[in-house]
């Protein structure tokens, strides 16, 4: 299925993920975010990202696409609203 070798084990940063690029103050607080969801049904892949980094794997055979990050944010208070979700809507995850 090349849906799955293009987006199963999907990595996003979707969430502010700065290292690197920002002071170390910039990213005083930070916070692992994961999710997932099964390929069944799945033929097209949107991805919505914001600022930071990105980085796409597929593996063919893949049941499970799996989106991490990790938010990165100078104001502790901001660290809870910055999300990483997953939404499907008919065959499009």
């Known amino acids: 299925m090349r849906l799955a070798a ?7 940063v ?10 170390d103050d910039d990213c005083r607080y930070t916070s692992p975010r994961r999710v997932a969801a099964a390929t069944a049904g799945v033929t097209k892949v949107v991805i919505h ?7 796409v794997d597929g593996t063919p055979g893949a ?12 104001d502790e208070d901001f660290l809870n609203g910055m ?5 499907k809507s008919g065959s499009e995850l």
């Open 6 to 12: 293009i987006a199963a084990a999907t990595a996003l």
């Open 14 to 23: 979707a969430v502010p993920a700065f290292a690197g690029i920002l002071d």
């Open 49 to 55: 990202a914001d600022a930071g980094s990105l980085k």
């Open 63 to 74: 049941t499970q696409i799996l989106a991490t990050g990790t938010a990165c944010t100078s």
């Open 83 to 87: 999300t990483l979700t997953m939404r």
